[in-house]
């Protein structure tokens, strides 16, 4: 069974930083692609970020480019999003996904249950 867990959100004024952590079972980490896809109120879940199991390769989605880092700490089976200037924009429900393989889509096979994000102007 995939199990996420999701920590870090909150309240952030634009420009501000915040660091994004999800655990997973160790069995999860090693063999499948983590990633973080967010929604915002009435809109669709988005793509952010991906990092690959194997060579942590990253993928990010063009509006996060050069603010937003995903990494991975293999011994710690925890997947992190650094978010770097955030934009009101940025507000969004922020959730850790697992799938067999990258997608740069958000229709990853498992979720976890989110944490919130709200950037104040």
């Known amino acids: 069974q995939v199990q996420l867990v999701e920590s870090g959100g909150g309240l952030v004024q634009a420009g501000g930083s915040l660091r994004l952590s999800c655990a997973a079972s160790?069995?999860?980490?090693?063999?499948?692609?983590m990633a973080w896809l967010r929604q915002a109120p009435g809109k669709e879940r988005e793509f952010v970020a991906a990092?690959?199991?194997?060579?942590?390769?990253?993928y990010y989605t063009d509006s996060v480019k050069g603010r937003f880092a995903i990494s991975k700490d293999n011994a710690k089976n925890t997947v992190y999003l650094q978010m770097n200037s955030l934009k009101p924009e940025d507000t969004a429900v922020y959730y850790c996904?697992?799938?067999?393989?990258?997608?740069?889509?958000?229709?990853?096979?498992?979720w976890g249950q989110g944490t919130q994000v709200t950037v104040s102007s």
């Open positions: 996904a697992a799938h067999p393989f990258v997608l740069t889509t958000p229709h990853y096979a498992h």
């Open positions: 990092i690959s199991w194997s060579r942590g390769t990253t």
């Open positions: 160790e069995r999860t980490f090693s063999s499948y692609a």
